[in-house]
Every structure is written in structure tokens, then in C-alpha cells.
């Protein structure tokens, strides 16, 4: 006899992958500092993937490995960040802040709309003016993946030491009842 799998709903699917994921950072091997440091930069560059068309990925592995930041601890930070959907929301906001940065309007060439018709007749201007006119939304994209990969290190780093102060505490407790098990045992 086979038990159905419960079903969630897509808010109790996403907080259940949410904690699953945070389960498995705060057991990634490595240190707190090395963690903290993969779980921020995976975090802070996720905030840039929409701006950069993802091309932020193929820099994604060597800027990690160049910060001596934990792999795995940054994939889980990247996918934490995807889950809180914080890119998606800060887009506007973004664009006002790198105005606020850069306030010179970027204008390269003839101002034509995007359209994929003209980019497949090999006419790129359009892509050009699309991705200049979203150098704004860049510029605050990474300047708010810096301040939120610069909290998310020191947020980590604090419950990555409580979880492993909590294992220390459960592993001696642990040796503690069976070394007086043994001691209590008529021989």
C-alpha cells in the first residue's frame, strides 16, 4: 500500500524550497567566513542577472573562485535570491538610483524601438539603444546587489555560528548520555 504525495500550493512549494535551501547552507562545509562569502556574492549577483541578460553568468564561477567564496554556499544564495523575486521588484527602483548616479542620458546612435525583425535583417541599433538604455537599471542593480550581498554576508555568518554552536551542543550531550550509559553498566 502506497502513500499519495502531499500536495503543496505553489506559496508552501516555494517556502518549503526556501528553507531546503537554507538547510543546506548552513550544513555546506567550509567555514563561516568562506560560506558567508559564496552565499553573498551568489545573492548580490543575482540582483544583476535581469540587467545583464544573465551574461553575468559566465563570470558568475570565476568571480567566486577568484574571492575564495564556497561554491555551493554561492549556487544557494543565487537561488535564495531568485526565490525572494527582489530582482523583479527593484527594477524600477534601480533605474531611479542610476539616474541619481549617472544623471546624463545615454544616447548612442539613432533612438529606434527594439524589434527581433530588424535584428535578424543584421540591423543591431536597436539592441544598441536597448542595452544603453538599461546602463540606469545596471548601475543600481549592482549597487543594490552590493549593499544586499554585503547584509546577507553578515546575516549568514550569524546563523551559520549558531547552527554549528547548536551541533557542538547536540554532539556532546550526545557523548555525554552514552559515556554514562557505560559507566552505569554492571560489568
Do not use: W
Request: overall charge positive.
Amino acid at each position: 500500500m502506497s502513500r499519495k504525495p502531499k500536495k503543496y500550493n505553489l506559496f508552501q512549494h516555494i517556502g518549503r524550497v526556501f528553507k531546503l535551501n537554507f538547510l543546506k547552507l548552513l550544513r555546506s562545509p567550509g567555514g563561516a567566513k568562506k560560506v558567508s562569502l559564496g552565499f553573498a556574492i551568489g545573492f548580490g549577483l543575482e540582483m544583476l542577472v535581469i540587467s545583464t541578460a544573465s551574461l553575468i553568468y559566465i563570470l558568475f564561477i570565476p568571480i567566486v573562485r577568484l574571492s575564495k567564496g564556497s561554491l555551493p554556499a554561492s549556487i544557494i544564495g543565487n537561488v535564495i535570491g531568485k526565490l525572494t523575486f527582489l530582482p523583479v521588484i527593484l527594477l524600477p527602483f534601480a533605474k531611479k538610483v542610476g539616474k541619481i548616479i549617472l544623471p546624463m542620458k545615454v544616447k548612442v546612435g539613432h533612438n529606434t524601438p527594439f524589434s527581433f525583425q530588424n535584428l535578424m535583417h543584421g540591423d543591431f541599433s536597436g539592441l544598441l539603444s536597448l542595452l544603453h538604455g538599461g546602463l540606469h537599471v545596471l548601475i543600481g542593480m549592482a549597487i543594490f546587489g552590493t549593499v544586499f550581498g554585503f547584509i546577507a554576508y553578515f546575516v549568514v555568518h550569524y546563523f551559520y555560528e549558531k547552527e554549528k554552536t547548536k551541533r557542538l551542543n547536540r554532539r556532546r550531550t550526545k557523548d555525554a548520555l552514552r559515556k554514562n550509559k557505560i559507566n552505569n553498566h554492571p560489568i
